[in-house]
């Protein structure tokens, strides 16, 4: 089965500054998904980029997707104290989802 | 109004109970899955359900859960003997991608179970 992995494991960063987290998957995906997690809520989907896709843009968040080393980043430009979660990769290769371990985002104002 | 409606937000049970975990969305939806996570740890997934049927299951899902879809609209997670390491967050989610392929899931908030 596919497994996003992401690192680093925790990230603090200071308000305005960009936040990059890489995810890893082990097998070939139709998509690749970042979902957000605020503490102790429900997980919200972010951005999806297929596998076609190298890269893509959805207002401060940009995706990118290299397939030939089956990994994804994802950069959050300006942060927020508000962008202070944790954040997941998921790979789908079928109709389910393999969520990573997550980036626990600490945004400092 | 949250598209997905969870309860109980926590349920605190002892070794050995049964267990019913409860799933509404707000629309008529045919996909539904069950993921939990483990306090601190990643989200992982345990079933998917379509069309009133188990379509994938992980190894989590063992003959201790099942699933269900009682009256057409709420999605039941049951647990039938739990144990110490089922304390977990458990999340219900629908597929709400508009393309076949893009299965983008709305989660609800979940239902923390705790086992005594």
């Known amino acids: 089965s596919q497994q996003g992995e992401e690192d680093p494991q925790a990230l603090s960063i200071q308000e305005g500054e960009n936040a990059t987290m890489n995810c890893s998957y082990k097998t070939s995906i139709n998509n690749l998904q970042w979902y957000r997690q605020n503490s102790g809520r429900g997980l919200v989907h972010l951005i999806l980029?297929?596998?076609?896709?190298r890269e893509k843009h959805s207002g401060r968040l940009r995706v990118t997707l290299d397939t030939s080393k089956k990994s994804s980043s994802l950069l959050i430009t300006a942060s927020r104290a508000a962008d202070t979660a944790s954040y997941f990769c998921?790979?789908?290769?079928?109709?389910?989802?393999?969520f990573g371990k997550g980036t626990k985002l600490s945004v400092i104002p | 109004e949250p598209e997905v409606t969870q309860t109980p937000s926590h349920q605190v049970t002892q070794m050995g109970q049964e267990v019913i975990l409860r799933c509404v969305p707000i629309s008529n939806h045919l996909y539904f899955y069950w993921y939990r996570q483990i306090l601190g740890q990643k989200v992982e997934f345990l079933v998917s359900f379509y069309n009133n049927e188990i379509s994938e299951k992980s190894e989590i899902f063992d003959d201790q859960f099942s699933v269900e879809r009682p009256d057409g609209s709420n999605f039941t997670l049951k647990i039938r003997s739990t144990k110490l390491e089922d304390s977990a967050m458990y999340f219900c989610?629908?597929?709400?991608?508009?393309?076949?392929?893009?299965?983008?899931?709305?989660f609800g908030a979940g239902s923390r179970l705790t086992v005594l």
């Open positions: 989610a629908i597929r709400t991608g508009g393309n076949p392929g893009a299965n983008v899931l709305t």
């Open positions: 998921a790979s789908s290769g079928s109709y389910q989802l393999t």
């Open positions: 980029i297929r596998s076609n896709e």
